[in-house]
């Protein structure tokens, strides 16, 4: 007689303990919650519209500029009424503009400007005065030396004046010195500059002294 062997135990176990895995896998998906999942807020867009205030200011005594303003951390240009200095210190003309317009970029902008998302880093306190005797024509001497200025406040100044016709007569650098002796630079206004004020090279171009007349 021919000995056949039976099947194993640990074969006849095979299929039911499939069986029970395959149970045990399809009752452990994970349940759909009802609960809320805080994410955090929406990401928040300003929408840097340009009220055109210059229609709200028709009692102010000034002239009519565009004030170049921080928004989505790029310059835009905000049409204002810009009011004459009280206080006028010097009798230069171009300075006279430059220190009523450095007196809008300080100011903090209106309600409807911080709501569209405006800002301006220009400190307060900054003033403009004449040309020294053999800066070139149309230099602003701020009492500050421009390169220590924070670089966007530096872009604001530069751009603001290189759009106005009294300070800049037409497209070009704007030359800007510093208090007592300290030597006139010139800086542009270019796209590069709008778009990514913080980019501003802090220190201008030298510009030559002009002939002294003889």
Do not use: Y
Not at 25 to 35: D, K, L, N, P
Not at 176 to 189: F, I, K, S, T, V
Request: with cysteine; charged share 20%; glycine share 10%.
């Amino acid at each position: 007689m021919v000995w056949r062997p039976g099947p194993s135990r640990p074969g006849a176990l095979v299929l039911p303990c499939l069986a029970l895995v395959a149970g045990l896998v399809s009752g452990c998906g994970i349940r759909a919650t009802t609960v809320p999942v805080d994410v955090g807020p929406a990401p928040s867009r300003v929408s840097c519209d340009t009220p055109d205030q210059a229609s709200d200011q028709g009692g102010v005594q000034g002239f009519r500029a565009s004030v170049e303003l921080v928004c989505g951390s790029q310059l835009v240009g905000v049409e204002r009424i810009v009011p004459v200095p009280e206080k006028r210190v010097v009798r230069d003309p171009v300075a006279l503009v430059a220190q009523a317009l450095l007196e809008a970029l300080e100011k903090s902008p209106s309600s409807q400007e911080r709501d569209a998302g405006f800002t301006t880093g220009v400190p307060a306190g900054l003033s403009a005065g004449a040309p020294r005797p053999g800066d070139p024509a149309g230099t602003v001497r701020l009492s500050r030396k421009p390169e220590d200025l924070p670089p966007v406040a530096l872009s604001q100044i530069v751009c603001t004046l290189a759009g106005n016709e009294a300070v800049s007569a037409g497209p070009g650098p704007v030359v800007l010195g510093g208090p007592d002796a300290d030597p006139p630079r010139e800086w542009e206004c270019t796209e590069a500059v709008r778009s990514r004020p913080e980019s501003v090279p802090t220190l201008g171009e030298l510009v030559r002294p002009s002939a002294k007349p003889s």
